[in-house]
């Protein structure tokens, strides 16, 4: 449906209907007089500051009647001075352009309505994230509003070869998603199927924002819980992988960045690593995958032991249990898992203002009362607490609850067949990772697997990156 430059009247009737103005009582409508002409000027509340709005309307008021334009687009030319602006003819774009927060102008007498991209989305100031905090370094964050995010990133990359396309995904939703990249350093492949498959998708909405989007990207069933993508909040790590070639994701109203394709290695990177000399953030990764392997195969490599005492040496004795047993140390340990993510749950809906008194409540129930009660070891809290310490080591919680999955199923193992679970478990931990591929269907062991020297000891040291080196990390994924 097309608006009709001979009926104002009928225009202003169709959209009165077609948006519901006396239903909708944040969508307005405000009629006034430009030159000698009727017009009315739409807009969302919410969506539009007063200031601003007051000072186009002011501006059109003063216009006079001989200084009116025969069409729409000599009016933008002459008598419009505002940086986006377009003329459009068709319902159905008005619609978008309105529900996304754009104000539009229709004036008696022309054919086409005028839009003016004045809009200002509610969102929270530019501040830290919460998950990606960093010792050293930027304080900045994304938000929630798409623009802004954007803008952080342009601010690092001041390159005219950073790309950012727009896509609308969602029937009903509409959301906006931009996918960034960095041309002549992105792998061309990945970006063609990537932007086929962004511009494909059917769905009525992003009711998740990116947990739907990666879940309509990624189509083979998720049996497999290592995390195929990585999710940041920080504007110098997405920067930063976007330098290397990567491809970033980013959808309004999410304060995260897709980044793909991942491998495993990329996941545990941490922005500390680089704010910190060459030999600290060595260390810091070291110690953290160490910490992570730590935390996998802790807990069954000692239900192993206590199963089989006698393969314990004189020297490790103290590790035994030092008191009876009431509860199987197996069954302590399931109860622990559990009981583990039911604090972090209550911690999570917990006020803030009583988060830390109930966890300190929490920690002497659990830890002293539990234990004197005979339901628990001291020992299977021991590890288990060293367990629950050591996910937060890194950053992304969809790693967190892979190794979590898999220390499950190594304890499974280990309770019914030993040493023989124990080293299967860990065979199948590893084929686990090393059938996992990328969205790019990319090995998820890079640089190990295929083996890239150079990159394998990017990867386990944190060495300075010559200024005249081009990484294109993509490129040598096989």
């Known amino acids: 449906m097309k608006l009709q430059a001979t009926s104002f009247e009928h ?9 519901r103005i006396d239903v909708n009582f944040d969508m307005k409508c405000r009629e006034f007089i430009i030159g000698d002409k009727k017009a009315c000027i739409y807009f969302i509340n919410g969506f539009v500051k007063d200031e601003g709005l007051q000072r186009l309307m002011e501006f059109l008021a003063n216009i006079k009647s001989k200084n009116m334009p025969a069409n729409a687009e000599l009016f933008l030319q002459e008598l419009l001075p505002y940086g986006e602006v377009d003329v459009t003819d068709c319902l159905h774009i008005l619609a978008n352009r309105l ?17 003016v991209d004045c809009r200002e989305y509610p969102s929270r100031g530019v501040e830290e994230s919460e998950k990606d905090k960093v010792m050293r370094g930027s304080r900045d964050g994304f938000v929630e509003t798409l623009v802004s995010n954007t803008a952080l990133i342009r601010r690092r990359i001041r390159d005219t070869n950073l790309t950012m396309e727009h896509f609308t995904i969602g029937k009903m939703s509409k959301t906006d998603v931009v996918m960034s990249y960095l041309k002549g350093r992105v792998d061309q492949d990945m970006l063609r199927k ?4 962004l511009s494909e998708i059917e769905i009525d909405s ?23 993508f990585k999710f940041s909040e920080r504007p110098d790590t997405t920067a930063a992988a976007i330098l290397e070639g990567n491809i970033v994701i980013l959808v309004d109203n999410s304060p995260a960045a897709m980044i793909l394709p991942i491998s495993i290695f990329d996941i545990i990177e941490e922005a500390d690593d680089y704010y910190f000399p060459p030999v600290t953030g060595t260390y810091l ?3 953290r995958t160490i910490i992570n392997i730590t935390a996998l195969i802790l807990t069954p490599l000692f ?4 199963n089989h005492t006698q393969w314990i040496p004189d020297s490790l004795s103290f590790i035994t249990f030092q008191e009876r047993v009431h509860v199987p140390p197996f069954f302590q340990f399931l109860i622990l898992e559990f009981a583990i993510d039911g604090l972090r749950l209550a911690a999570l809906n917990t006020p803030s203002n009583l988060s830390t008194p109930l966890s300190v409540v929490a920690g002497i129930v659990l830890g002293d009362f539990t234990v004197s009660s005979g339901w628990f070891n001291a020992e299977c ?12 080591s890194q950053a992304s919680f969809e790693l967190g609850y892979a190794l979590k999955f898999m220390r499950l199923l190594l304890l499974t193992a280990v309770q019914l067949f030993g040493l023989y679970g124990f080293v299967a478990g860990l065979i199948f931990v590893l084929l686990v990772m090393v059938k996992n591929r990328t969205l790019a ?13 150079s990159n394998v000891l990017r990867r386990f040291f944190r060495v300075s990156v010559p200024t005249n080196e081009k990484v294109v990390k993509n490129k040598n994924w096989e």
């Open 303 to 306: 239900l192993l032991f206590v």
């Open 285 to 287: 990764r070291f110690s």
């Open 99 to 115: 529900l996304a927060g754009i104000t539009f102008l229709l004036i008696e007498g022309y054919d086409t309505a005028i839009t």
């Open 441 to 453: 269907g990319k090995s998820y062991l890079y640089p190990l697997i295929p083996f890239h020297w």
């Open 206 to 228: 992003l009711t998740m924002n990116q947990e739907s989007l990666a879940e309509c990207l990624f189509h083979k069933p998720w049996i497999n819980p290592f995390p195929k």
């Open 11 to 19: 225009n202003k009737a169709i959209l009165q209907e077609y948006f």
């Open 381 to 392: 809290m021991l590890y288990m607490s060293f367990v629950a310490i050591a996910t937060y």
């Open 194 to 197: 990537l932007r086929r498959q």
